[in-house]
């Protein structure tokens, strides 16, 4: 079946820390990966996406690789800021359907 | 703003009852999604149409169901409501196709009582 496993939260860094969350994911075939983030009070907003094998998403500093191999779609972000506040999300779509699959979410709180 | 939209933004009802959520796709936007967020079980898919069929079904119960009209609009229906139901509704959109990125509405908090 499909499913993504996300680390567990929450994650508390201190502003311009490094960040990584963990992204692993089960799919037949080439399935497309994506984050999204939610802020607080608000809905889910796209934060990047990568739709085949060694592809790289990036938006707002954030970067995540599809690596095939590991199955992995890691998000990272090399320094962090308060207004990072939010939870964040991993999807994805298998190619042969149009249905996400989603993480069950990791909340990140930066400090200043 | 995803230019989705979603009424009501709150609702409280009592266990027993029957409540109406509707959103707004964007402007363009042939699908509307359906999802249901709680504490305990995270993000789940309910139900997908597009272009006023319905594409994909996810783990929608019997009690709810749901419809999308001409103008694109979607309704997701909940009745003999349960105080499990208590949970944050969102809709999105996409253009349409298999592989496609949505755009959530704000969504509706629903709490039963």
């Known amino acids: 079946g499909n499913s993504v496993t996300q680390m567990e939260g929450p994650v508390t860094l201190s502003e311009e820390a490094f960040l990584t969350i963990n992204c692993t994911y089960t799919?037949?075939?080439?399935?497309?990966l994506f984050w999204y983030v939610q802020y607080p009070g608000e809905g889910l907003q796209l934060l990047l996406k990568?739709?085949?094998?060694?592809d790289k998403g990036s938006n707002k500093g954030f970067e995540a690789t599809y690596r095939k191999e590991t199955t992995s779609f890691h998000l990272e972000k090399g320094s962090v800021q308060v207004s990072d506040s939010a939870v964040y999300f991993c999807?994805?779509?298998?190619?042969?359907?149009?249905?996400?699959?989603f993480g069950t979410g990791t909340s990140l709180t930066v400090i200043p | 703003d995803s230019g989705v939209t979603q009424t009501p933004k709150h609702l409280i009802t009592a266990t027993g009852q029957r409540v109406t959520l509707r959103c707004s796709p964007r402007?363009?936007?042939?699908?509307v999604y359906w999802y249901q967020q709680s504490l305990d079980q995270g993000l789940q898919f309910l139900i997908q149409?597009?272009?006023?069929?319905?594409?994909a079904k996810g783990n929608i119960l019997e009690r709810f169901s749901a419809q999308q009209f001409p103008d694109l609009h979607s309704e997701l229906n909940l009745s003999s409501l349960e105080l499990g139901d208590s949970a944050l509704y969102f809709c999105?959109?996409?253009?349409?196709?298999?592989?496609?990125?949505?755009?959530f509405g704000p969504g509706t908090r629903l709490t039963v009582l």
């Open positions: 799919a037949t075939g080439y399935p497309s």
């Open positions: 149409y597009y272009n006023g069929e319905e594409r």
């Open positions: 990568a739709t085949k094998a060694d």
């Open positions: 999105a959109s996409a253009s349409g196709g298999a592989v496609d990125t949505q755009y």
């Open positions: 999807a994805l779509i298998p190619w042969t359907g149009n249905q996400f699959y």
């Open positions: 402007s363009g936007d042939l699908s």
